[in-house]
């Protein structure tokens, strides 16, 4: 367990069903359907699906297990980089259940955090059955990513996390140079900002994602699993950008290769390597 943690009580039920706290079900959201189903292997956890896809895992008991591991790996290299004591200003591209949301709350109890949720039916749902912060700590806010990203005021952001799909993929638009320049101007001096990018073993999307962050931001790093980076399957790639060097802990090194999913890190130098075949993105 990070440092500076701590743990969330189960909510119960109430009368009128309000903020009642989780019931497995197939439930009607804005994008379609979403599937609540207890974790066989934890009577604290469950998974949300949305659309028959596995989207989330919260576990009720305790907001800092990540059960995906590409999100152990963003909870990793924040963590590197930043004190628990902290007023993090955290702005969440994608919500799903909030999980790294619950994460950041926990370990950072001063954090100040925004979600964005394009669906407000799921929006609501979240807020129902898992133990969410209140406002000012932790706000949905319903809306499509880059038009709420546009409005925001410039440099007030120190982590900028996109964890946005559409089936299998980002939507083009929330991957673009113009996109990127967006959250750079949101981003205070020394801000992360961090991608969730799921890609097939020919790399095309994960390089040319690489390329167009790099384009903005003068230091780099990439963390996968071994297979991932060398395309021997579909997966997941984080990838992060900053003005200031990150990834240069030595104790990251040692988290990302403990894991259940050891991953590697690559830092600014093997990430241009790895993005130059890549093309930026435009609108």
């Known amino acids: 367990m990070a440092k500076g943690t701590r743990k969330t009580k189960t909510r119960l039920p109430t009368p009128d069903g309000r903020d009642s706290g989780p019931t497995a079900g197939t439930f009607a959201i804005d994008t379609?359907?979403?599937?609540?189903?207890?974790?066989?292997y934890s009577d604290d956890s469950w998974i949300v699906q949305i659309n028959g896809v596995p989207s989330s895992h919260v576990n009720l008991a305790d907001?800092?297990?990540?059960?995906?591991?590409?999100?152990?790996?963003?909870?990793?290299?924040v963590d590197s980089e930043r004190d628990t004591s902290e007023r993090l200003r955290v702005l969440h591209l994608g919500g799903g259940a909030c999980s790294m949301a619950r994460y950041f709350a926990a370990v950072y109890p001063d954090a100040r955090q925004v979600v964005v949720e394009i669906d407000g039916a799921l929006a609501e749902l979240v807020r129902r059955w898992f133990d969410l912060p209140r406002a000012p700590l932790?706000?949905?806010r319903v809306g499509e990513a880059r038009a709420v990203l546009e409005t925001l005021t410039e440099s007030?952001?120190?982590?900028?996390?996109?964890?946005?799909?559409?089936?299998?993929t980002t939507p083009t638009p929330l991957t673009t140079a113009e996109f990127?320049?967006?959250?750079?101007r949101i981003l205070a001096p020394g801000g992360i900002y961090l991608v969730n990018c799921g890609d097939t073993p020919d790399l095309r999307g994960a390089r040319s994602e690489a390329a167009t962050i790099a384009a903005q931001f003068e230091h780099l790093a990439i963390i996968a699993d071994p297979a991932m980076l060398k395309g021997r399957r579909y997966g997941?790639?984080?990838i992060a950008g900053s003005d200031v060097p990150i990834g240069e802990q030595p104790?990251?090194?040692?988290?990302?290769?403990?894991?259940a999913v050891p991953a590697h890190l690559w830092r600014t130098a093997e990430v241009r390597t790895f993005?130059?075949?890549?093309?930026?993105?435009?609108?």
């Open 32 to 40: 379609g359907t979403c599937e609540l189903v207890r974790d066989q």
């Open 63 to 77: 907001p800092t297990v990540l059960d995906f591991e590409y999100m152990r790996w963003i909870a990793h290299l």
């Open 138 to 140: 932790l706000r949905i």
């Open 156 to 168: 007030t952001r120190d982590l900028v996390i996109r964890d946005v799909f559409a089936g299998s």
């Open 180 to 184: 990127t320049a967006q959250v750079r």
């Open 236 to 238: 997941n790639i984080i």
């Open 251 to 259: 104790s990251l090194v040692r988290d990302l290769l403990g894991g």
């Open 275 to 283: 993005a130059a075949p890549g093309t930026v993105l435009q609108d």
